[in-house]
C-alpha cells in the first residue's frame, strides 16, 4: 500500500475534500529541487564566500558543516539580522536555487496531482522557504504556473518569516480569502508541519522515503504519504 499502515483512507479523504485551498512547500512536494546541482555544494559555497569575507567565525561547526545552505543563510540572519551581509547571502542562495530549478526532478505523481486538483476546482498555492523566483521559474518550465498564479509566496530578505513562522501560510490564505480550515498543507519537513499548525492549517505530510516518513511521525504529523499516487487516485475516483 502507497500510505503509511496507521493512515485511514477514510481520514485522507475527509482532508481532500474539506480543501478548498492547496498549499505547496515547494522542494520536496512538488519537485527535488537540488537533485542536479548539489545542495551540499551550495552550502560549501555559501560557507567559502563568508570565509574569503573573513567571516569564519560568523558560524559554529555544526553551522559550517550542515548540507543545508538555508541552515547556513538563518545563521547569519540570526547574527547580522536584515544587514547588508544577510541581503547578499540570500541572493547568492537565490542564484543557485534558479540555476537549480532547470536540473530539478519532479516528483513523483506531483504534476497531474496539481492538475487534477486544479480541474476538479480546488485553487493551489506554493508557500515554500525556497526563492519564490525560483519555484515560478521551475512552474514554467513544467507547464504548471497557471496552476499557481499568482499565488506564489516564498523566502524573502525578512529571514524571521521563514518557516516554521507561518507567514507565508498566511499570506497565501488572506491573498485567495480562504480560512485556514478550509486549506490543506502538503509539507515534507517537521518545519511545515509546525507553520501549518501555527496558521490552523490541516497538514499531510509527503515523504519520499521511510526515513523521512519517521521523522514527520515523530514530530507529530497524523497523515504521512511515501507516495502522492493515493491523493491522486483519490482525486480521480
Not at 492538475?115 to 476546482?121: I, L, Q, Y
Not at 480546488?122 to 497557471?146: F, H, K, M, Q, V
Amino acid at each position: 500500500m502507497s500510505f503509511e499502515t496507521e493512515n485511514d483512507p477514510n481520514r485522507l479523504r475527509h482532508l481532500i475534500e474539506q480543501a478548498r485551498v492547496v498549499l505547496w512547500d515547494f522542494d520536496g512536494p512538488v519537485c527535488r529541487l537540488f537533485a542536479g546541482h548539489s545542495a551540499e555544494r551550495v552550502s560549501s559555497d555559501l560557507v567559502s564566500w563568508l570565509e574569503g569575507r573573513g567571516l569564519h567565525g560568523l558560524l559554529t561547526d555544526a553551522e559550517r558543516e550542515s548540507l543545508d545552505p538555508q541552515v547556513v543563510l538563518r545563521a547569519v540572519d540570526r547574527r547580522h539580522p536584515g544587514s547588508d551581509l544577510v541581503a547578499e547571502l540570500e541572493e547568492r542562495l537565490t542564484q543557485e536555487e534558479l540555476r537549480a530549478s532547470s536540473s530539478a526532478w519532479p516528483t513523483a505523481y506531483a504534476d497531474p496531482l496539481i492538475r487534477t486538483w486544479t480541474a476538479v476546482g480546488s485553487r493551489l498555492a506554493i508557500t515554500t522557504n525556497n526563492s519564490p523566483r525560483a519555484a515560478r521559474t521551475y512552474l514554467e518550465g513544467r507547464g504548471l504556473a497557471d496552476c499557481f498564479a499568482p499565488h506564489v509566496y516564498g523566502r524573502t530578505q525578512e529571514l524571521r518569516h521563514l518557516k516554521p513562522d507561518p507567514h507565508c501560510l498566511n499570506r497565501a490564505l488572506s491573498a485567495m480569502g480562504a480560512a485556514p480550515g478550509e486549506a490543506l498543507m502538503i509539507g515534507d519537513t517537521p518545519s511545515d508541519h509546525e507553520a501549518a499548525g501555527r496558521a490552523g492549517v490541516p497538514f499531510l505530510g509527503y515523504a519520499r522515503n521511510e526515513r523521512k516518513a519517521k521523522i514527520l511521525r515523530d514530530a507529530g504529523a497524523d497523515t504521512v504519504l511515501v507516495s502522492l499516487e493515493p491523493l491522486l487516485s483519490l482525486l480521480r475516483g
